[in-house]
């Protein structure tokens, strides 16, 4: 173990303990309050650029295995906790925790006061941070941070969607009854298992393919995944997506709900820290049903910025009363904040795919 420094945008920092991986790595530091999960966390493609806070203060207990993976690799620029748990039990493990972050060559600290970090960033905000193994000097790592890109504006799905198209491959999917385009923004494994456990075949597209190759596989339904940073900073997507209203169903998750808004006419903001856990109570307003979700976003559809003539809240976030939902009154058009994939997470929101389903199964039938 080796000293190494966590130090913020805005002058604050912690000194602990690094694993051994050594160097600098800098990002936007955000707080998850999962209390499991953490093997799904390192790999969302949805923290792209930033380090992550486990609030929990012990991470580690149950290792890691090559089944709860959500994409081909690590995806964050930084691990902190309060505590690595040096002994891992759990007939799944494959890997303990810490040797799956060297072997990686993640840089991540523990050993410092998560609860007093949590706290800041949840009165000051997400910002900008760096931890580093070899260079202490505030200044010097004041400078570099000014050197990390903002979140604003940038566009992170670039660097993590597939380049090539592909189907989506699963041993237990049986019988296939619908062709599903899914734009793959930073898409989560777990998503296209469900949907490939629902009887539909995924075929899956880079953020860039045009609405002419995805129309080419004549699909009955358009997915737009979930993905990393601003979704004002990829209005490629956003444009693609227009194309499909009113011909067939689309449905997004995520950064895929805030792409749909955007291509709806409304718009998107930076929040303060974001959501970013397993244990967020959402408001299901057609029926009144109380959902606890997982969610991880740092950016939200202003809900006053959308048509009230053409567009129906139908979910609202009980911690903050922010969007969580959207239907379209006229097209087979939906989408939602949280993710119903449960990975880390409840179960309570994966009735959400099965609306999916019978969206395309009314849209073949007309």
């Not at 905000?125 to 202490?136: C, P, V």
């Amino acid at each position: 173990m080796n000293k190494a420094i966590l130090y913020l945008e805005d002058g604050v920092s912690f000194v602990g303990q690094s694993l051994s991986t050594h160097g600098e790595s800098a990002g936007e530091i955000v707080f998850n309050t999962a209390m499991t999960g953490y093997q799904e966390v390192l790999t969302d493609p949805s923290y792209a650029g930033q380090i992550v806070t486990m609030t929990y203060p012990l991470i580690g207990n149950y290792g890691v295995n090559e089944e709860d993976v959500e994409s081909t690799k690590i995806h964050v620029k930084g691990f902190v906790v309060k505590e690595f748990c040096r002994t891992h039990s759990n007939y799944r493990a494959t890997q303990g925790l810490i040797d799956c972050l060297n072997t990686n060559n993640i840089i991540a600290i523990e050993g410092i006061d998560t609860r007093a970090l949590t706290r800041h960033l949840r009165l000051q905000g997400a910002m900008k941070a760096i931890i580093s193994t070899e260079d202490f000097d505030p200044a010097s790592l004041s400078k570099k941070l000014e050197q990390v890109p903002s979140m604003e504006g940038s566009d992170w799905v670039s660097q993590v969607t597939t380049e090539e198209k592909y189907t989506w491959k699963d041993s237990e999917a049986k019988t296939v009854k619908y062709k599903i385009a899914a734009i793959d923004c930073g898409i989560k494994f777990n998503i296209l298992r469900i949907l490939a456990r629902l009887g539909c075949q995924v075929h899956v597209f880079p953020a860039k393919a045009s609405a002419e190759e995805i129309k080419a596989i004549n699909p009955d339904g358009l997915f737009i995944s979930n993905g990393p940073g601003d979704p004002a900073g990829v209005p490629y997507v956003a444009e693609t997506v227009k194309q499909f209203f009113g011909k067939i169903p689309v449905f997004g998750i995520c950064l895929g709900h805030q792409i749909l808004g955007l291509a709806l006419g409304g718009k998107t903001y930076k929040m303060k820290f974001g959501h970013h856990g397993a244990n967020h109570p959402t408001k299901d307003l057609i029926n009144g049903r109380i959902g606890i979700t997982s969610q991880n976003h740092g950016f939200c559809v202003d809900v006053e910025s959308l048509s009230k003539d053409d567009i129906e809240i139908v979910n609202m976030n009980l911690n903050d009363q922010t969007l969580e939902g959207i239907r379209h009154k006229k097209w087979p058009v939906f989408s939602f904040q949280h993710h119903p994939e449960a990975a880390p997470g409840p179960h309570d929101a994966q009735y959400l795919f099965n609306y999916f389903i019978e969206m395309m199964e009314k849209h073949k039938k007309k």
